[in-house]
């Protein structure tokens, strides 16, 4: 074996400078490097999620994305409006709560012009896996009972609490906050309806 | 030592999981399903097979004071690479990995054989450690993420073979305990024999 590079104090920095100076090099070329799939990885998914939860449409609702400040100070909703041939269709609302299990949830919800929920999609959750996990639609069927309901005549609050929504079996907590996030939006896109 | 006891012993043997029981934070967290545990392995085999080389080529650069902070940097490196390539390549499996990805620096199964095994062996055995201790790993965290899905989702690797759920406890913390619990007893018995 080589001998070893002595422990003084000019080596030891020497070592250290080159160890970083080399792991930064490469770590600014692989961030360049994938700076763009990631962006567009994102970016998919986030058109996915409108998708499903809007009628079809021909505009991209992305370029029209406009932003609405929301009851919680520093915080923005993020409009998604749905055209089909310049008619409205409906509007996706990027909304999110505070009241989860762990840390914030993140909602796609779709509204249809006159209100009616469409359709919602979970965009970030870290829920417990098996019980707060289920307010996602790969989990189970929980989440479908808002789709055609019109939050006009039907009351956004767990049922445990005096509302009309079924909370998931164990999973109060989660589902109050799934419930909290689609109500926020909801909120929201009757105060900004034009 | 032969070539093949190096590649070999990380399997079985010296298993890092059912063995040497390092690792276990990674271990415990992500193997609610047999693929999270399988491609939390892989992800480990690889930062542990590139830090194996790396190490093992600058041994006899790096000073021995400071010889942890410089494999810790070498290991971080790594983990972030494979970390920013999988949110750009593979953003679903990114999505249920995510938080558990920059553990890996902290990995003590990654820091232990660079410096118990790659600082003191030539390029290519500890390719082999490397190689070896990282399957071993994989091995171990699929099984319990395979036996974990079966007993608290009803499923294998997403195939899910009954209705409703199964025993929750399983997919929580403390299935993972229970069924690790019973995995070492079972190795502990091979290894023995």
């Known amino acids: 074996m080589a001998s070893k590079t002595e422990s003084t104090f000019r080596n030891m920095l020497l070592a250290l400078f080159v160890v970083s100076f080399i792991s930064a090099t490469t770590l600014g070329y692989v961030y360049e ?15 996915a999620a409108i998708k499903k939860v809007v009628p079809e449409f021909t505009n991209d609702p992305n370029a029209d994305m406009y932003k609405i400040a929301s009851d919680i100070k520093g915080d923005t909703l993020e409009f998604y409006p749905a055209y089909k041939d310049s008619e409205l269709v409906g509007t996706a609302i990027k909304t999110f709560s505070d009241l989860g299990f762990t840390k914030r949830i993140y909602l796609m919800v779709g509204f249809l012009a ?30 479908e009972q808002f789709n055609g309901k019109n939050p006009a005549n039907y009351k956004l609050i767990v049922s445990k609490d005096g509302g009309d929504v079924d909370a998931i079996t164990a999973a ?8 909290d996030a689609v109500d926020r939006a909801y909120k929201a896109f009757i105060e900004n309806k034009k | 030592m032969s070539k093949l006891t190096i590649l070999t ?99 003590c199964v990654i820091l232990g054989r660079a410096e118990a095994f790659a600082s003191k062996n030539n390029v290519f055995d500890s390719v082999l450690d490397g190689l070896g201790m990282g399957l071993g790993f994989a091995f171990a965290l699929t099984v319990l993420g395979g036996i974990r899905e079966i007993l608290g989702s009803g499923a294998l690797f997403g195939f899910s073979f009954m209705e409703g759920d199964g025993m929750l406890i399983f997919v929580l913390a403390p299935g993972a305990f229970i069924v690790l619990g019973y995995l070492i007893a079972i190795s502990n018995k091979i290894n023995k024999a």
């Open chain 2, 9 to 107: 012993k990380g399997i079985i043997k010296e298993n890092a999981v059912f063995v040497l029981f390092l690792g276990l934070c990674p271990t415990l967290g992500t193997t609610t399903s047999a693929i999270n545990g399988l491609a939390m392995g892989l992800a480990t085999t690889f930062v542990l097979v590139m830090s194996n080389i790396v190490v093992s080529m600058v041994k006899s650069l790096i000073p021995d004071k400071v010889r942890i902070p410089a494999f810790i940097v070498i290991i971080a490196t790594f983990v972030t690479v494979v970390e920013l390539t999988m949110q750009a390549f593979l953003p679903d499996l990114f999505e249920v990995l995510g938080l558990f990805i920059p553990l890996i620096v902290v990995n």
């Open chain 1, 33 to 47: 490097f994938t700076k763009e799939p990631i962006a567009i990885a994102k970016l998919k998914k986030k058109i």
């Open chain 1, 114 to 143: 006159d209100g009616t929920i469409h359709n919602i999609s979970v965009l970030e959750h870290a829920e417990t896996p098996g019980l707060g996990d289920k307010m996602d639609k790969k989990k189970s069927k929980w989440s």
């Open chain 1, 172 to 179: 109060t907590i989660s589902s109050r906050a799934y419930t």
